[in-house]
Nanobody, 114 residues
């Protein structure tokens, strides 16, 4: 059973930074893609950033230049460094891992105050 555990969310003022972590356990195969999604109240879940096992990255336009995704394949862990946070970044952030199928974490709340 694959499990994803996110950590690092919280409350921060606009312009501040947070670092999210996602640790995958129970993995016996390489994780193809790890990604971060977010869902704000009343909105659909959207992709924030994703990274392949080879290190190729993809970002939503709204976070380019502010967020950085990285991963440690040996630890099956992905990170999301979020800088210059804005109130519109407020959402529940979910980790996703693509193996034989997609797996999701439980989510971590990120709140950015004006």
């Amino acid at each position: 059973q694959v499990q994803l555990v996110e950590s690092g969310g919280g409350l921060v003022q606009a312009g501040g930074s947070l670092r999210l972590s996602c640790a995958a356990s129970g993995v016996i195969f390489n994780i193809n893609i790890m990604g971060w999604y977010r869902q704000a109240p009343g909105k659909q879940r959207e992709l924030v950033a994703a990274i392949t096992s080879g290190g190729n990255t993809n970002y939503a336009d709204s976070v380019k230049g502010r967020f950085t995704i990285s991963r440690d394949n040996g630890k099956n862990t992905a990170y999301l460094q979020m800088n210059s946070l804005k109130p519109e970044d407020t959402a529940v952030y979910y980790c996703n891992a693509e193996l034989n199928r997609g797996y999701w974490g439980q989510g971590t709340q990120v709140t950015v105050s004006p």
